[in-house]
T-cell receptor, first 120, second 111 residues
Framework: DTGVSQDPRHKITKRGQNVTFRCDPISEHNRLYWYRQTLGQGPEFLTYFQNEAQLEKSRLLSDRFSAERPKGSFSTLEIQRTEQGDSAMYLC??????????????????FGAGTRLSVL | KNEVEQSPQNLTAQEGEFITINCSYSVGISALHWLQQHPGGGIVSLFMLSSGKKKHGRLIATINIQEKHSSLHITASHPRDSAVYICAVSVSNFGNEKLTFGTGTRLTIIP
């Protein structure tokens, strides 16, 4: 397994265009998280899935953002009508979550390299 | 006030120096993470701890739950240690182990 992969690595788009990012988690991981990181800041939580179910969305995720994980494997994050403020690094992470075992054991998130979005 | 505060924001040191990066948090947590981010964006998990101390090579992480404080130490620092080090906490909320991040410490090791 090659870890968490994200595609594309870089995306430049014009304001108003739609963009879609893809994340392929580690194959046996049931949890998938999306985070956004703006320049000079730490990442911020956007949303997460357990298998195909989207269980929580941050208030940062406006109506222009939608995320899916249709078969519980890869996930897509779409931004409609992009704005310059959407320029950021979009990070995906996956983990193997189970109610069995210790909280520590189920909490390791593995990150992808991120997709850097620039909206002109 | 952010839930996770790191200090210093920037740190420049000579190769070989002992490095300490601090992290304070204000909420109850299930675990604290230290992460490394190199230019280009990818994040690597260095440590995850909920008590005591962990060591991996030249890296040591400690946590004091009562004081809500953690430190990351690097011994015999090397230019390849230059990166942004991020502290993050997970607050278990109905099973959601989402991370809340600090703003990072940019470390530069000069040869």
């Amino acid at each position: 397994d090659t870890g968490v992969s994200q595609d594309p690595r870089h995306k430049i788009t014009k304001r108003g265009q739609n963009v879609t990012f893809r994340c392929d988690p580690i194959s046996e991981h049931n949890r998938l998280y999306w985070y956004r990181q703006t320049l000079g800041q730490g990442p911020e939580f956007l949303t997460y899935f357990q298998n195909e179910a989207q269980l929580e969305k941050s208030r940062l995720l406006s109506d222009r953002f939608s995320a899916e994980r249709p078969k519980g494997s890869f996930s897509t994050l779409e931004i409609q009508r992009t704005e310059q403020g959407d320029s950021a690094m979009y990070l995906c992470a996956s983990s193997s979550f189970s109610f069995k075992g210790t909280a520590l054991a189920k909490n390791i998130q593995y990150f992808g390299a991120g997709t850097r979005l620039s909206v002109l | 006030k952010n839930e996770v505060e790191q200090s210093p924001q920037n740190l420049t040191a000579q190769e070989g120096e002992f490095i300490t990066i601090n992290c304070s948090y204000s909420v109850g947590i299930s675990a604290l993470h230290w992460l490394q981010q190199h230019p280009g964006g990818g994040i690597v998990s260095l440590f995850m701890l909920s008590s005591g101390k962990k060591k991996h090579g030249r890296l040591i992480a400690t946590i004091n739950i009562q004081e809500k404080h953690s430190s990351l130490h690097i011994t015999a620092s090397h230019p390849r240690d230059s990166a942004v080090y991020i502290c993050a906490v997970s607050v278990s909320n109905f099973g959601n182990e989402k991370l809340t991040f600090g703003t990072g410490t940019r470390l530069t090791i000069i040869p």
